[in-house]
């Protein structure tokens, strides 16, 4: 079975290690599981980051307070079960 690609934040080094570190001071001290998947490549972050907020963290999101669980479900079910 095909598995998506992440980096553990504690193993994180280098410049994913400051991403880790930035993450969790926007974040209230968690990495989300997305952002895990989004260390693999550090062009694609914050874009998707922008996203990610855009569409998760506003009030005013397009998706419903269930379509954010459903979706945070499935992406921590990928990195094996995050916060």
């Known amino acids: 079975m ?3 690609m ?7 080094k280098g410049l994913r290690k400051l991403f880790f570190r930035w993450v969790r ?3 209230g001290g968690i ?7 989004l260390a693999i490549d550090l ?8 996203l990610y907020r855009h ?6 999101s397009s998706l419903s307070r269930l379509q954010r669980e459903m979706l945070a479900t ?3 079910g990928k990195v094996g079960g995050a916060p």
């Open 55 to 60: 569409l998760h963290l506003r009030k005013s």
């Open 6 to 12: 992440t980096i553990v934040p504690e193993q994180a």
């Open 74 to 76: 499935v992406v921590n």
């Open 43 to 50: 062009g694609v972050a914050r874009p998707v980051g922008a």
């Open 31 to 37: 990495v989300p599981g997305v952002f895990q998947v």
């Open 2 to 4: 095909p598995n998506i």
């Open 25 to 27: 001071g926007q974040y």
